[in-house]
């Protein structure tokens, strides 16, 4: 039996050292590249067929991996389309040679419905099974020839070639696993990198135990199947192993883009916050897959405000690099993008019939949909109208709900944005209700940012409440009042923008409001809390001439302290600490204690 010894094509130890050290970062991911080869010979051999039953495969045709502690092996078994003698120099002694995309390639003038799908087309992939052997055996046998070949190599520029048996067509690759590599001599590392990368490849996986080959994989493409085809209990046990969850899924959206751009995608909303706080994974995690298999769950297929859903996206064809890993900047994956967004957001559209359910799902994602707003202009109004807020009058109502009973004479949408605790006894809403003006009321954090960003909504300007000062601000007034205000300047310079009489105060003696043009006093808060400078002027304070400490105020000479106090209290009531809590709590104790 003559054993040939032959270099590989190109300067092969340079790439070689290239395919094993940077190409690829994980790497576990030889498995993924082995079991992509096999798959690919096996649709090239069930391809085959088509023309040629002689060619048929086996009943169950599967790759079967076996692992080896003691030799230190593990075997990956396919009874694909195999490789002759010369085809195993020509696609295994050149790197970048990829006998598939050249396979792939013959096929051009099929119809695209008849041409096998095929996962290889940079030639490299092989060669990866180098980052954890220290030398590979390949034995294969062609489909319809009866002899078959050794391919066997170091991964150091030279490879050998010599007859060999296989009892079948198709290839046994045979990893010798480097000692530093010994952790993939565990059958169960083993089925974890194959449920990772490739738990959907059409084919089975089994690995063998005890001496009997276990399927390992699903090997089925549950978004490949047409809806009819699957239970809810099915897409549920899918959306839990795909997010990581243990709720039923809120919402399923499958379906299958065609023309111009063709993918299937079957994206799930929980019903339920996910454990890890949001604030946390900002990335969407929607796993991208090109022709079945795994590429990454980092693609951000879907914005940060989107990032709660969870799921897989497959397209045939997506310009990547060769090692998988990256993804080229194309408009395929933008126009991708573009599709999600727009059909999660139909399908939340016509969740939002249900209010009830819908509740729950804004309790749940509200705060990071609302993000939306403020990222993404194109989308803002579509996200806005999905909102619903708690308001002065009523619950859950949307912003068209609220523009549909606006009373003769108002044209702004009013909102007040704070801590959700404080905001239906808040001061700033005293005199909306006479004016029959509803408003808002936004509790969450965001809420302080995406009104500005929005501006308008149906050409309504949205309108903080502490921004709207001019509604009530009255011109009469008495020149008691009006001395006051100077002391209460000269007493608060700095700390406030100035002080101004208001007329929407009934029940309250002063409040903050946000000075001319300046930010809204929940944006400031929040900026406060973050430990960010406030930009802008301080906020203005509003008096209530009628209230009984207010006008005793006007009757003393000297209130430093007392406009201090004055402040703190309006600050208090917003929930924010007076400057000086202790200070604070001594004055009002000898205050109560009439000293
Ligand atoms: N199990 C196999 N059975 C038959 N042919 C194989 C097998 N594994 C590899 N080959 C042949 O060797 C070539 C090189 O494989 P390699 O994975 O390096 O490249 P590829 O699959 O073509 O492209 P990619 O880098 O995208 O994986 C393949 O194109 C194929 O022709
Ligand atoms: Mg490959």
Not at 12 to 37: C, K, P, Q, W
Not at 164 to 188: F, M, N, S, V
Not at 345 to 371: H, R
Not at 481 to 496: D, S, Y
Request: glycine share 8%; with cysteine.
């Amino acid at each position: 039996m003559t054993e040939e010894t032959r270099n590989f094509g190109t300067e092969v130890g340079r790439l070689l050292d290239l395919v094993v050290h940077s190409l690829y970062s994980d790497r576990e991911i030889f498995l993924r590249e082995l079991v992509a080869n096999a798959a690919d010979a096996t649709d090239k051999r069930r391809f085959l067929a088509l023309s040629d039953e002689t060619l048929a495969l086996p009943a169950n045709p599967a790759i079967r991996i076996s692992v080896d502690r003691l030799g230190q092996t593990i075997r990956i078994e396919d009874s694909g389309i195999g490789m002759t003698k010369e085809e195993l120099a020509d696609h295994l002694g050149t790197i970048a040679r990829s006998g598939t995309s050249a396979f792939a390639a013959q096929l051009a003038e099929k119809t695209p419905e008849d041409r096998p799908n095929l996962i290889g087309q940079f030639g490299v992939g092989f060669y990866s099974a180098f980052m954890v052997a220290d030398a590979v055996e390949v034995i294969s046998r062609k489909v319809g020839h009866d002899e078959a070949w050794e391919w066997a190599s170091a991964g150091k520029g030279q490879y050998t070639l010599k007859s060999a048996e296989r009892a079948e067509p198709g290839t046994t690759i045979i990893l010798h696993i480097k000692p530093e590599a010994e952790e993939y001599l565990e059958p169960l590392r083993i089925k974890t990198i194959i449920r990772k990368w490739a738990d959907h490849i059409a084919l089975p996986i089994e690995l063998e135990e005890d001496g009997k080959f276990e399927p390992v994989t699903e090997g089925k493409a549950l978004w490949r199947k047409s809806r009819s085809e699957i239970t809810p209990e099915d897409y549920a046990d899918f959306y839990r192993h795909v997010g990581h969850n243990f709720d039923e899924p809120w919402a399923t959206i499958h379906w299958r883009a065609e023309g111009t751009l063709e993918f299937s995608a079957l994206l799930f909303i929980p019903s339920s916050k996910p454990f890890m706080p949001m604030e946390e994974t900002r990335d969407s995690k929607v796993r991208l897959h090109v022709k079945r298999m795994f590429i990454t769950d980092e693609a951000k297929l879907l914005p940060h405000w989107l990032s709660f859903v969870v799921g897989v996206v497959d397209t045939e064809d997506l310009p990547l690099n060769v090692s998988r890993e990256i993804l080229q900047a194309t408009p395929v994956l933008d126009k991708i993008r573009k599709a999600l967004v727009n059909r999660v957001l139909s399908e939340l559209k016509a969740k939002a019939k249900d209010t009830e359910s819908f509740k729950g799902f804004l309790e749940n994602f509200g705060a990071v949909l609302k993000e939306g707003i403020y990222e993404d202009t194109g989308h803002a109004a579509d996200i806005a109208a999905l909102l619903r807020f708690d308001s002065t009058k009523e619950e859950a109502v949307t912003l068209d709900e609220y523009i549909a009973r606006m009373p003769e004479g108002q044209t702004e949408i009013y909102y007040l944005a704070g801590d959700a605790a404080n905001l239906k006894t808040s001061p700033q809403l005293e005199g909306f209700a006479e004016k029959g003006f509803e408003v808002l009321l936004l509790g969450d954090p965001i809420d302080a940012f995406w009104p500005g960003r929005l501006g308008t909504y149906k050409e309504k300007k949205l309108v903080s409440v502490s921004q709207a000062g001019k509604l009530f601000e009255t011109g009469d007034v008495t020149e008691d009042v009006k001395a006051l205000c100077e002391k209460l300047e000269k007493a608060l310079e700095g700390k406030v923008s100035g002080v101004a009489v208001s007329s929407r105060l009934k029940d309250s003696p002063a409040m903050l409001v946000a000075a001319e043009g300046g930010p809204d006093l929940a944006m400031q808060r929040l900026l406060r809390r973050a430990g960010r400078p406030v930009f802008g002027l301080p906020p203005k304070l509003e008096i209530n001439p009628a209230h009984k400490l207010v006008q005793a105020l006007g009757k003393r000479e000297d209130i430093a302290t007392e406009a201090g106090l004055l402040l703190d209290l309006a600050k208090l009531q917003e929930g924010d600490l007076p400057e000086d809590p202790a200070a604070f709590v001594r004055h009002i104790a000898s205050a109560i204690a009439g000293e």
